[in-house]
């Protein structure tokens, strides 16, 4: 059906029209695909599958492969749509009423949290199912103590600067600076700073964190060329006010960290475990992340005393710790971390504990460099087989979002654990090395999903394979 606007060929389209679409199924990315009348595919945020709703094109051309559109208007609404938005600047409803785009951040705000579960499912299931060629059902948990709107549970935050010197954020694919007072999905201890008084002109970007457990929370600022640090300084000397805070800052083309106050990391407990992890490294960013993926994924590794494990894309090492208990001093742990950030903090958490090496670099690299049977061959065959005196017994890796990819599935085969843990931030690259694993004559013993972010598309998964 089209919209009150005139009837138009695809051709006079442009991305200021409004049309009236029934939503179509989840796609991967937090979208809806509907269809034009004329066939046209449109790629649709902030609706839910089945709903009829007018849509306003962001997007779209004669020449695009599809079109991308927000849900302004909801005429017949589905039963999992909430009465309220959980936050209004992402709210496309609301924003373009005033002509102006939702920021990201929080794109599922719209859906009641159960029925945010069941899309993140259906996205994980097809995932599996057309790149990996695995037919399962997914069940994605929700996590432990969880706010019942899904509020309250980042206890990390990046925020960009405006031209004023205000935080913000962006819309989706816009490099705009929406200015946000407050971000209720952070832990209350990141909204108590509130950054958004702060003139913070100078500064690139904004990054903040929050121990889960209480501790004082640190503030980063990557700065822009040219930046006035004194002027900087004293308007973060008003976060202190009243509070504990540290602040460190960085130039943009500085590898230097500068320490303004109090301490460049913040401290972490999990567990019977304490890491000190920067403001620039990686953690786990649900307040109860740490606690619930400290058990769950070496469990799923199943380590055993005087095993070799192998930790990759290890972090500030989360699961390092969980594995050094488990392999104990007759054991030990190779962790892997590319940031030089990062693996700093993981290298002075674990400076007590013998059986724990960390190395840094790009794991492809270092699996290359110490197990050189698993290098890439030069005809297309099967990888070497790495020798087996010097294989990991059990394998936990947790990539980025691109996964771990071609070269490092291979090596990992070559290597031949008897069982890896993968946990990942996209079912799209899961599926896809997943599916390289099976090819390769391994099989996925189970698959567990965690809504690790509520009220946004994202969602955390967890393979076990086995050879």
């Known amino acids: 059906m089209t919209s009150p606007h005139p009837p138009a060929t695809p051709d006079e389209h442009d991305e200021h029209d409004e049309l009236e679409l029934r939503l179509g199924p989840i796609a991967h990315g937090g979208h809806t695909v509907a269809r034009t009348g004329e066939g046209r595919v449109v790629f649709v945020r902030h609706g839910l599958p089945g709903e009829l709703v007018r849509v306003r094109l962001t997007e779209a051309g004669a020449e695009a492969r599809f079109w991308r559109g927000d849900v302004v208007a909801v005429l017949e609404a589905d039963p999992g749509r909430r009465d309220r938005h959980v936050w209004a600047p992402a709210d496309a409803l609301l924003t373009w009423r005033r002509g102006e785009p939702p920021v990201g951040g929080a794109e599922f705000g719209h859906a009641e949290l159960p029925a945010q579960r069941r899309l993140k499912a259906a996205v994980v299931a097809e995932q599996l199912s057309r790149l990996a060629g695995l037919e399962t059902v997914v069940e994605v948990e929700a996590m432990p103590g969880e706010d019942p709107l899904g509020l309250g549970w980042r206890t990390r935050a990046h925020f960009a600067v405006d031209a004023t010197g205000r935080i913000g ?58 930046a006035d640090r004194q002027r900087l300084r004293r308007e973060l000397d008003r976060l202190a006010a009243g509070r504990e805070v540290s602040v460190t800052a960085r130039a943009e083309d500085s590898r230097e960290l500068e320490t303004w106050s109090g301490r460049p990391a913040v401290v972490e ?101 110490l197990w050189p049977g698993t290098a890439a061959p030069r005809r297309r065959r099967s990888p070497g087989r790495a020798r087996a005196a010097d294989r990991p017994d059990v394998v936990v890796l947790d990539p980025p979002r691109a996964g771990a990819g071609r070269v490092v599935v291979d090596q990992l085969v070559a290597l031949a654990p008897r069982r890896i843990a993968y946990l990942a931030c996209d079912p799209a690259t899961l599926a896809r090395d997943l599916g390289r694993f099976r090819r390769a004559g391994w099989r996925v013993r189970s698959v567990r999903a965690f809504d690790m972010y509520p009220n946004t598309h994202h969602v955390e998964t967890l393979a076990v394979l086995e050879p």
């Open 169 to 226: 954020m962006h819309p989706h694919r816009d490099a705009a600076v929406v200015p946000v007072e407050s971000f209720p999905l952070v832990v209350p201890a990141i909204d108590e700073l509130r950054l958004s008084a702060l003139d913070l002109r100078g500064a690139a970007r904004v990054d903040v964190a929050a121990p889960a457990g209480g501790g004082t929370p640190l503030v980063h600022l990557t700065l822009a060329a040219g």
């Open 269 to 369: 407990h999990a567990g019977a475990h304490r890491w000190e992890v920067s403001a620039e490294g990686f953690w786990q960013i649900h307040r109860s992340a740490p606690g619930l993926l400290l058990e769950a994924v070496p469990a799923a590794a199943g380590a055993r005393p005087g095993e070799h494990a192998l930790d990759l894309y290890a972090g500030a090492g989360l699961f390092t710790a969980a594995l050094a208990d488990a392999v104990g001093p007759a054991g030990s742990v190779l962790a892997v971390e590319g940031s030089p950030v990062t693996s700093a903090d993981a290298r002075r958490t674990f400076t007590d504990r013998p059986q724990v090496r960390v190395e840094r670099g790009s794991v492809d690299k270092v699996a290359a460099r």
